[in-house]
């Protein structure tokens, strides 16, 4: 009797239990003077116990009670059980009809004491079940920063929010599990199980036991927040929200996963994992599946949305979250009932992936085809090239996901061209994603080269050649990018600016510098030559006073770089002219107008220059019209 | 991860085997081919899509002649939806091979003609977008409906456990109690299909059983005992994984939108047809399983004003067979021991039958019972049993083809998404 009862005392912290074993030994022990008498006590102990049953309802049903108090309607339904095995074993002799009744009245004494307890079961279920905590949820707040999302298509976007945070949940997410039942009242319920399992009762109790839980569940999600939108209302959501509710429910995956199913996980071998593993995966598949099922809905409906180039980021976040997700989901449902989630998991794996490698190519092609219908003002940088590089760059943060989602598409997919092919023959150390953000930066600058030639002066488009190389070649060196494009792209593209500027100050510069040249002067005597000097100097301050007008337009916006020009012009223009002045100025000495011709002195025309390339013109004729 | 098989290999092969026939048997059997003007160039493509309407109508009418098979295959069974189903997907499949064909005759030549056709493909991907949502209610549905499951299993197999003879009040009591947890959970649903209305039929009698069946109120949250009016239903609404205004009705009412028969002197108009007769055929199977399982506003959705406009009979082989199931189904929703039913699905038709049967059986049953009565008890009991297995068996393939016909909208319209830098090559 002890033997039987123990079963269910755990850590033999329920006294009470034990003492009314300890009664019930002392009741038996004085019944085994006769068989006859002994029906009778069996009799009076079972309607002992129906009263005792009766009283533990009226008190429970009314009063929020302690869990151990559940154990005392298991003991009574050990003791029914025990009492009734004893009757069976009895000889009913001449009272057949008396030991009959007595039968069927403990056995249904016994269904009532198990409605009991099984609303004892539910009742432990709901009252001491705890949601998960606050610090737990703290994706909530977190979530949803003001930070810029290339949400605009118009290739303006300067600075963009590289890769949504990511980490965030991973802080709390790691190997936290949760209790989501009291850990006093977990004993209790495994023990209702366990005895409800044993007497029968165990679909009742799986019924039971899956619709708390899926209450819980539900009432989980319905703490995060998380709207169910359908996949229509999905499709017809304005990119910025879309945006934030992709942040949030990447958020709400990884803790569900991580932390809410793992714990739910937890609690289903808790109760279940001792009576058969199967039951335990059952019920925690049931519990589970219509809110993984309803998670991934929501991340099929981002997939097949349009495939605009700002959402690339967004689907390769899902992407990865899913991706990550992946070992824990498969091991969380690997059992056989779990294959119709697995299969739902792998399937939105494969659409996101998809939907991402065609927004890629999509982002490709939207370069490809965009043509620029007047000429980016003053030479800047284009924004096409801002936006562009910053995309790109912010890209390099996905190069795990993008290897693996573009490594096998080239072959597969026509809408990867034979460039990559091309240059993955050359440079097979690169990686597939480096390939393509070659491939990117290669198209952008073949735009670009259209783009220049909307200007009608060559030297613009040198600088504007010069001023967008330059910028690609910063944003790649100063970022992920560079291990990406590699330092022989920066040398070459280094190299390209650069002969942009050489070019630009041959075709600016050259005009103006043969003003300053010796040709005709040694020859002629002295007075021929004083006239070819004032021409020459004349010539040189119109030529050097129209570069002035029109470049002073023009703009550098790299202060480096604009400095560098600079210096090199200078070092050409000003050696030169101080050189001839000194070597002819002398000539003009008390000539009439002198200051006509040698308007400019070496340092005046070191200044005039940085008002080159500040993008606002000036003009110097009116101040020193001849 | 790799997209190998991004046609689907998943369980592709299923539809295809439960139809034996090939395409070319089809041209045989099917009726003379109204006739359409065809211009000599597209005479061969259009060949191919008049072999695709004969399809859809063989498919159909196949569907149609339920009667004498018997089993679980009769109208509205869940073999016979999930038939439905394959339809769909077998002709979505022989539909997207077809366009395919189209757009590629379109970048060879292009023109109106094609434009037109284009149109047309891209309506239906918008309509079947829409069917993904009916997919997903009809999953919660099915979930539902599972639940349901559960509990008359409950109550039969308490019953059965007992030897035969040894029925006794404690028995009767546990099935009573799980037939009162399935009874409310029935009759919030049928007042939701049935809207302001309320409760009516089996499920009107089964909770009113509910509360006799304990005799006490307990203050202990068991579902079955808590009243069918705030916490269920809280529980309810957000179970479903649509949206919470969303409605079957207003669904199929969009599918169906601008449903219009291709006039027959557009020059394209053997795939727009094609197109067309995809469309019906959605709706038809859209309409089919939100009328068989629970989902919001089913109730609605059982009356015909979301129907598109009758295709014309005479000019689309299929529209005679397609329009018969129309028919029916509408004729089914109207009949008054369903109305008020909590899903046309046979299945929980049956499981309804035979609950009330066993409750019947349990409330007229003597204590202690004995002989005739026990009999009764224990058939009912073996009846619903048996409707429980039956329900398991023919729910889990149709949950699998519901996402099967999920999974193939979402992949044809990741191939429809395919923008001009993609199809340029």
């Not at chain 1, 009063?63 to 151990?68: A, F, I, S």
């Not at chain 1, 739910?264 to 059952?282: K, Y």
């Not at chain 2, 309506?123 to 639940?147: F, I, P, T």
Request: charged letters at 25%; one cysteine or more.
């Amino acid at each position: 009797m002890e033997h039987a009862s123990s079963d269910f005392a755990v850590d033999g912290q329920y006294i009470v239990q034990n003492m009314m074993a300890a009664e019930l030994v002392k009741q038996c022990s004085n019944i085994t003077l006769g068989e006859e008498s002994e029906t009778c006590n069996i009799k009076q102990a079972l309607k002992a116990l129906r009263k005792k049953i009766h009283s533990l309802d009226s008190e429970n049903s009314r009063r929020v009670h302690d869990p151990h108090e559940s154990f005392e309607y298991l003991e009574v339904l050990c003791k029914i059980r025990q009492l009734s095995e004893r009757l069976r074993s009895l000889d009913p002799g001449g009272e057949a009809k008396e030991h009959g009744d007595l039968t069927v009245y403990a056995d249904d004494l016994f269904e009532m004491a198990m409605a009991r307890l099984e609303e004892e079961f539910v009742y432990l279920l709901t009252h001491y079940k705890q949601p998960l905590g606050q610090e737990l949820l703290s994706f909530r707040s977190t979530e949803d920063g003001s930070t810029e999302d290339f949400s605009s298509s118009s290739f303006s976007e300067e600075q963009i929010e590289a890769k949504a945070t990511q980490n965030d949940v991973n802080g709390v997410s790691e190997c936290v599990v949760a209790d989501f039942i009291q850990p006093g009242a977990l004993a209790a319920v495994k023990s209702i199980a366990k005895f409800m399992f044993l007497s029968g009762y165990d679909k009742e109790c799986c019924q039971d036991y899956i619709s708390a839980r899926q209450d819980a569940i539900d009432e989980y999600f319905g703490s995060v927040c998380l709207d169910k939108l359908s996949i229509e209302e999905l499709m017809s959501t304005s990119w910025d929200k879309l945006s934030s509710l992709i942040k949030r429910c990447n958020r709400a995956m990884r803790a569900f996963v991580r932390v809410y199913l793992a714990s739910e996980r937890r609690l289903s071998s808790h109760v279940f994992a001792e009576l058969s593993d199967s039951t335990a995966d059952l019920c925690f598949y049931e519990i589970s599946f219509n809110s993984v099922m309803q998670l991934l809905s929501f991340y099929q409906a981002v997939a097949i949305g349009s495939s605009k180039p700002e959402k690339l980021f967004r689907l390769l976040d899902m992407y990865e979250v899913l991706d990550d997700l992946l070992p824990e989901v498969e091991s969380l449902f690997e059992a056989g009932y779990g294959v119709m989630i697995l299969n739902e998991y792998h399937e939105v794996l494969l659409q996101l992936g998809e939907s991402a490698r065609k927004t890629f190519a999509e982002f490709k092609y939207a370069i490809q085809s965009y043509t620029s219908s007047n000429a980016v003002p003053r030479g800047a940088v284009h924004p096409l090239t801002k936006y562009v590089m910053n995309y790109i760059k912010a890209l390099t943060a996905y190069s795990k996901a993008l290897d693996s989602l573009l490594k096998d598409t080239d072959r597969k997919y026509q809408h990867f061209t034979s460039d990559i092919q091309l240059m993955a023959n050359s440079y097979p150390s690169f990686t597939v994603t480096a390939l393509h953000l070659q491939s990117i930066a290669s198209v952008l600058e073949a735009n670009l080269e259209a783009a220049s030639r909307l200007y009608k002066d060559d030297r613009l488009q040198n600088i504007f050649m010069m001023n967008n190389i330059h910028y690609m070649v910063q944003k790649v060196k100063n970022s992920d990018l560079k291990s990406f494009l590699g330092d022989d792209w920066i040398r070459v593209h280094n190299r390209k600016f650069q002969q942009q500027a050489m070019r630009y100050e041959r075709a600016s510069w050259n005009n103006v510098l043969s003003y300053l040249s010796d040709d005709g002067l040694c020859a002629a005597g002295a007075a021929a030559s004083r006239k070819t000097i004032q021409d020459k100097f004349k010539n040189f301050n119109l030529s050097f006073e129209e570069v002035y007008r029109v470049q002073t337009a023009w703009s550098v916006p790299d202060d480096q770089l604009r400095e560098d020009v600079r210096i090199s012009i200078s070092l050409k223009v000003i050696q030169a002219y101080r050189t001839f002045m000194g070597r002819y100025s002398g000539n003009l000495d008390g000539t009439r107008h002198r200051d006509r011709y040698i308007k400019y002195r070496p340092e005046d025309l070191e200044t005039l220059l940085l008002d080159l390339f500040e993008g606002s013109q000036k003009s110097l004729q009116h101040s020193f019209r001849v | 991860m790799p997209a190998t098989d991004f046609q689907g290999s998943s369980s592709s092969s299923s539809p295809f085997s439960s139809f034996g026939r090939s395409l070319l048997s089809l041209r045989r059997d099917a009726p003379a081919s109204p006739a359409m003007p065809l211009s000599a160039a597209a005479a061969e493509e259009d060949a191919g899509l008049d072999a695709f309407q004969r399809h859809v109508a063989v498919l159909l009418a196949d569907l149609r002649g339920d009667g004498g098979g018997g089993g679980g295959d009769g109208f509205m069974s869940a073999a016979w939806i999930r038939r439905l189903l394959e339809a769909y997907v077998m002709c979505q499949e022989e539909f997207r091979v077809a366009a395919a064909a189209a757009a590629q005759a379109r970048r060879r030549g292009g023109g109106v003609a094609q434009q037109q056709a284009e149109r047309a493909v891209a309506e239906l991907g918008e309509r079947a977008v829409k069917a993904l949502d009916v997919c997903n209610a009809a999953r919660d549905g099915v979930d539902q409906v599972r639940r349901w499951e559960r509990l008359a299993g409950v109550a039969a197999s308490a019953l059965l456990a007992a030897a035969p003879g040894e029925v006794h009040e404690g028995h009767l009591r546990r099935a009573r109690k799980a037939l009162s947890d399935l009874a409310a959970l029935l009759a919030d649903e049928a007042a939701a299909a049935a809207g302001a209305g309320g409760a009516c039929g089996v499920a009107a009698f089964l909770a009113s059983h509910r509360n006799r069946s304990f005799g006490r109120a307990r203050a202990s949250p068991t579902r079955g005992s808590s009243s069918a009016s705030s916490p269920t239903a809280h529980f309810r609404s957000l179970s479903w994984s649509v949206s919470r205004t969303w409605s079957a009705a207003r669904q199929l009412q969009a599918i169906g939108a601008g449903l219009a028969p291709p006039r027959a002197h557009e020059a394209a108009a053997g795939l727009a047809a094609s197109a067309y007769a995809m469309g019906c055929l959605l709706h038809l199977a859209s309409w089919a399983l939100v009328a068989a399982v629970p989902c919001p506003d089913r109730g609605a959705a059982l009356q015909a004003h979301h129907l598109p406009a009758q295709p014309p009979r005479a000019a689309f082989h299929w529209a005679p067979p397609l329009l018969a199931l129309q028919e029916r189904l509408a004729e089914e929703g109207r009949r008054k021991d369903r109305r008020s039913s909590c899903g046309l699905l046979r299945e929980i038709h049956a499981l309804e039958k035979s609950a009330q049967r066993l409750a019947e059986a349990i409330d007229a049953a003597p204590v202690p019972l004995a002989g005739d009565r026990e009999a009764e008890v224990r058939e009912a009991a073996a009846e619903l049993a048996a409707v429980c297995a039956a329900m398991r068996d023919g729910l889990e393939p149709l949950e699998r083809q519901v996402r099967e016909v999920f999974h193939r909208i979402v992949r044809s319209r990741m191939e429809g998404l395919d923008s001009p830098a993609l199809n340029a090559g």
